[in-house]
């Protein structure tokens, strides 16, 4: 049974740039999440997805943009980069939207703006 | 609003010593409760849970009870080893719309076991 996975693994990037990061979430599971975790804090939530429509989100500027596909995988757009985008970005799924569930979360993608 | 208080690190043990890492929350109801493991250069790691009231969570040795007269999660390990270093995170879905769902994290509590 595969977990979630995420890709790619590292990413450096410049200010000003944009960048996608993608999470495939566990079988059988159709709701995604996304948390920065900047070094040092923990994770902070992002947004979440459920049937492709962004359901919740987090304290986050519109730079940080979603999208989540039939198969329920899921991307994450970040425009017009900032050094304080630096972090680890995690996805996590669950079995479904509004349910109490557990997720279960990906190894996370380091992302480092210079 | 919601949010979770974990005491501040690092801690740092010798092996086969006790561990306790506090954490408190505040919630609207009552919400289920986690403790996640993060493991060095790793993404997170479900721990253990508990979804009511004086419920105990277990797994791998560390336990945790849900005091709603506390409002407290603290974890716990009787005989730690090295290969539990890592950092470990309270966690709790607050209610939104009448359900559960992101998950607040607490700051985390990184442990460290000296052999």
């Known amino acids: 049974d595969a977990g979630v996975t995420q890709s790619p693994t590292h990413l450096i990037k410049t200010r000003g740039q944009q960048v996608t990061l993608r999470c495939s979430p566990k079988?059988?599971?159709?709701?995604v999440s996304w948390y920065q975790q900047a070094l040092g804090q923990g994770p902070q939530f992002i947004f979440q997805y459920y049937e492709e429509e962004e359901r919740q989100r987090g304290n986050f500027p519109d730079r940080f943009s979603g999208h989540q596909f039939p198969n329920y995988s899921s991307e994450l757009n970040v425009n017009a980069l900032l050094l304080g985008d630096s972090a680890l970005y995690l996805c996590?799924?669950?079995?479904?939207?509004?349910?109490?569930?557990?997720?279960?979360f990906g190894p996370g993608t380091r992302l480092t703006v210079l | 609003g919601d949010s979770v208080t974990q005491m501040e690190g690092p801690v740092t043990l010798s092996e086969e010593a006790f561990l306790t890492i506090n954490c408190t929350y505040t919630a609207t109801g009552y919400p289920s409760l986690f403790w996640y493991v993060q493991y060095p250069g790793e993404g997170l790691q479900l721990l253990l849970k508990?979804?009511?009231?004086?419920d105990k969570g277990s797994n791998k040795g560390f336990e945790a009870t849900y005091r709603k007269e506390t409002t407290s999660f603290h974890l716990e390990k009787g005989s730690v080893q090295v290969s539990d270093s890592a950092v470990y995170f309270c966690?709790?879905?607050?209610?939104?719309?009448?359900?559960?769902?992101?998950?607040?994290f607490g700051k985390g509590t990184k442990l460290s076991v000296k052999p």
């Open positions: 508990a979804t009511k009231a004086d």
């Open positions: 079988s059988g599971h159709d709701t």
């Open positions: 996590a799924s669950s079995l479904s939207f509004g349910v109490t569930d557990t997720q279960y």
């Open positions: 966690a709790l879905p607050p209610l939104y719309g009448g359900s559960q769902g992101n998950l607040i």
